[in-house]
């Protein structure tokens, strides 16, 4: 057994995709697919703000990538919102703050039903929480994990439409988050009750470490596969070695 460390890459079928909003902006992505069984639910990944470093690379969503399909059975789809640039490249467009991203999502998620793609759950981070919270109350989805909401773009009036959604959401809060942490997003969330606000003691915005990764990793895992959990730590087969990081 083989220990999995940050930039252990576990085996998948890997595909380089290209989704199309319905305003014409090309998005570039990758969709990444277990093996050796058929999947049980796709995680559609929505990325950090990119007008500060954020985009499909960001770490977790490498990780989730990397790790998820061989672990846990998961499709895990990344992709750039419009005008973001990765080491996948970049999609035309430019950065709307979390207005015309909402086509990029809705694109997503079109891919994965006309692709007939196993049960769709929506992951955002930080920017990408607003994208989905303002674009994603009305879509048929089977979960939402939001992870750092800083509910910088999202108003009252948009987070209380969340209140009659049928499928679960949960919230990861850190800790120590720089923009909203577990108090206040009690309260901002208390509009959407069903929204399940899960508190990360000692964890940041970034949730940069494998103490947090595993953190994120086990409690998406948990909601859609929880027969999955406790995700192991280690690896009995081939793995490569991602280079830059």
Request: proline share 7%; glycine share 6%; charged share 20%.
């Amino acid at each position: 057994m083989t220990e999995i460390v940050a930039n252990s890459v576990l085996p998948a079928h890997r595909k380089a995709i290209n989704l199309v909003t319905s305003d014409g902006e090309n998005l570039v992505g990758e969709i990444a697919s277990p093996i050796d069984e058929k999947a049980v639910a796709t995680l559609i990944t929505v990325h950090p703000l990119p007008t500060h470093g954020g985009n499909t690379d960001s770490h977790l969503y490498r990780k989730m990538s990397w790790r998820l399909p061989a672990l846990a059975g998961i499709n895990v789809l990344r992709f750039n919102t419009r005008g973001t640039c990765s080491k996948l490249g970049t999609s035309t467009g430019s950065f709307d703050s979390s207005n015309n991203e909402g086509k990029d999502l809705l694109a997503a998620i079109k891919y994965v039903k006309d692709n007939n793609l196993a049960k769709p759950f929506v992951v955002g981070w930080s920017f990408g929480t607003d994208v989905t919270l303002r674009h994603g109350f009305d879509q048929d989805l089977s979960g939402v994990i939001l992870l750092s909401p800083p509910l910088r773009f999202t108003s009252q009036e948009e987070l209380s439409k969340w209140k009659n959604v049928k499928f679960p959401v949960i919230a990861l809060v850190p800790e120590f988050d720089d923009y909203l942490k577990p108090a206040e997003a009690k309260q901002r969330f208390s509009v959407a009750p069903n929204i399940e606000i899960l508190p990360k003691e000692g964890a940041k915005h970034l949730w940069v470490g494998e103490n947090s990764v595993q953190v994120v990793l086990n409690e998406i895992v948990k909601l859609i596969a929880p027969d999955k959990v406790p995700l192991p730590t280690s690896w009995d087969g081939p793995m490569e070695k991602w280079n830059d990081i």
